[in-house]
């Protein structure tokens, strides 16, 4: 069975700065996506970034990116210019590319402060 | 942007009860989820739901829960006799055909059992 692991509860930044969250994950499958989700306090789940895991080159959407080690199974996300709206939750998810419609298989969460 | 709608928001129901969940997923997409997060916990997937049937389950999904596409537009998750531990955010979620395609998900129900 996949795990998804984010080994760090939570985190913090000063607003403007860089931050780095971590995550990674087990599996046997070769093909598969990644997933970044976060969750503000209104607790909706808003999708930030995906990652395939064919493709080579990591995932950019504007200030955040991705740091994907596909040997290492290490799929980190890298928020740029932090500001406070970023605060949140953010889990990082799994699914096998095999099945179209395959679940979310989701990590423990992160949960980020921004410091003005 | 197409949004995927649950309603409603909070819902309060006593023990032993039955609640229904509904969720209007976003207009063209086939595959169908629930997911449940109970408070500070991580999000937990329960069931999906493709070509008007259960495509997969997980171990939480018993014979207590049901899903149901009822009319061509709403998706439901129906809970009998709900318990305590059943008070938690469900999420529905939706997603179109191609592989690649993330799910998007609803703001959520959260559900109370008292």
């Known amino acids: 069975a996949q795990t998804v692991t984010q080994s760090q509860p939570e985190m913090s930044v000063q607003e403007a700065e860089t931050v780095t969250l971590s995550c990674t994950y087990d599996?046997?499958?070769?093909?598969?996506?990644l997933f970044w989700y976060k969750q503000p306090p209104s607790r909706q789940m808003i999708l930030v970034i995906r990652q395939e895991a064919y493709k080579q080159q990591n995932a950019t959407e504007n200030r955040f990116s991705v740091n994907f080690q596909k040997a290492a199974k290490s799929f980190s996300l890298k928020i740029s210019d932090s500001q406070l709206g970023d605060a949140a939750m953010y889990f990082c998810a799994y699914r096998r590319q095999r099945t179209s419609g395959s679940r979310l298989t989701f990590g423990e969460g992160t949960q980020l402060t921004v410091n003005p | 942007e197409p949004e995927v709608t649950q309603t409603p928001s909070h819902q309060v129901t006593q023990m032993g009860q039955e609640v229904i969940l509904r969720c209007v997923p976003i207009?063209?997409?086939?595959?169908f989820y629930w997911y449940r997060q109970i408070l500070g916990q991580k999000v937990e997937f329960l069931v999906s739901?493709?070509?008007?049937?259960?495509?997969?389950k997980s171990e939480i999904f018993d014979d207590q829960f049901s899903v149901e596409r009822p009319d061509g537009s709403n998706f439901t998750l129906k809970i009998r006799s709900t318990k305590l531990e059943d008070s938690a955010m469900y999420f529905c979620a939706s997603k179109s055909q191609p592989s690649n395609q993330p799910q998007h998900f609803g703001d959520g129900t959260r559900l109370s059992i008292l």
């Open positions: 739901f493709y070509n008007n049937e259960i495509s997969e």
């Open positions: 207009s063209n997409h086939l595959y």
């Open positions: 599996t046997s499958e070769s093909d598969y996506y």
